[in-house]
């Protein structure tokens, strides 16, 4: 039998006949496009199958259609380019993880669980009779990076500033004279590095099931990033809310699929450590960050530059001498 013989192999299942290329094949054996359409499995499960585990598999999905049939998305939660969406009917109570309509459609004793994670930390979790909303303590962490990120919007202002001049002071000077070993040119300042880590790295979301082929889901999604450029704990605040929420709009709808009539808790996981923590170090000294001698002249720079003004220096004057 060559590639184009008129006489196709039959499908093991139905009898249909299967395509001579690029055809899903369970024990060796091509199945018909009919018959692969209905494959909905997590990765690699597939290759594991005997033929008489894919045709109780296909029996499976086969009782399923009632159900993707009457699928009607009202909400869709998405992770990002080729990452994959949640799919919800809120009206029916049902789940679909992803965007093809041929995948199962999940029911609410299909679904044991949820967990919405930050940096591994739960931020949002439920199952039936139980869903609970962790407090973050994000302000807090952004409180402890603000001084770094001042002192970097600072110097990296100082540096256009300076950049600015250089450049003006070039176009001003462009004779014969002037070469690019000039001082003026090697004693260039150098670009500061913005190198203060993203308070969170990514989120995540986490779904148990009972299912007789879908045991779990699990894929994360990224968190807010500073700008290097421009960073600002309050756009990375305001960034930090908005995808937050949207895992929390998430979170409160698989809610209604798995127990509607479940009150949300909300708990604070940092109160005491941020209790302990302000008990425990109520006078502690400001760390001085800054050697004077070296400050003082830099900042000095910057007001005659016109980069802050005479009550920013003295205020900063103050606070290097301990005033």
């Known amino acids: 039998m060559g590639l184009f013989t008129n006489n196709k192999k039959l499908c093991p299942i139905c009898g249909n006949p299967t395509p001579r290329l690029l055809a899903s094949a369970v024990e ?12 909905d499995l997590p990765d690699g499960v597939l290759n594991s199958m005997t033929l008489d585990e894919f045709r109780e598999y296909i029996n499976c999905y086969d009782a399923n259609k009632p159900l993707r049939d009457s699928f009607t998305e009202t909400y869709r939660y998405d992770f990002g380019f080729f990452k994959g969406s949640l799919l ?3 009206d029916h109570q049902l789940l679909r993880l992803g965007v093809v309509d ?27 009779g139980n869903f609970r909303s962790c407090k973050s303590d994000i302000k807090e962490r952004l409180n402890e990076l603000k001084p770094r990120i001042d002192e970097y919007r600072m110097l990296r202002h100082q540096y256009e500033m300076m950049e600015e001049m250089r450049r003006s002071m070039e176009d001003s000077r462009r004779d014969d004279n002037f070469r690019r070993d000039d001082p ?15 308070p969170v790295e990514k989120f995540a979301v986490e779904i148990t099931l009972d299912h007789p082929y879908w045991k779990s889901f699990y894929i994360e999604t990224g968190a807010p990033k500073f700008d290097s450029n421009r960073p600002s704990t309050i756009d990375y605040l305001d960034d930090y809310t908005q995808k937050t929420e ?17 009150q949300e808790q909300v708990i604070d996981p940092h109160a005491s450590t941020q209790s302990q ?40 004057k103050k606070q290097l001498l301990g005033l």
């Open 246 to 262: 949207g895992l929390h709009a998430l979170a409160q709808n698989l809610m209604q699929i798995i127990d509607p009539q479940v």
């Open 277 to 316: 923590h302000t008990q425990s170090t109520p006078q502690a000294a400001p760390v001085q960050t800054e050697d004077p001698t070296v400050a003082l002249p830099k900042y000095k720079a910057l007001l005659d530059a016109g980069v802050i003004t005479a009550e920013e220096f003295e205020a900063k």
């Open 28 to 39: 060796g054996q091509n199945l018909c496009k009919e018959c692969a359409a209905k494959i």
């Open 88 to 90: 919800l009917d809120m």
């Open 184 to 198: 003026d040119y090697r004693d260039r300042m150098t670009e500061p590095d913005f190198n203060i880590p993203n």
């Open 102 to 128: 041929t995948a199962f459609a999940l029911e609410p004793s299909d679904i044991k669980s949820f967990r919405i994670l930050e940096d591994g930390e739960v931020l949002y979790e439920g199952e039936k």
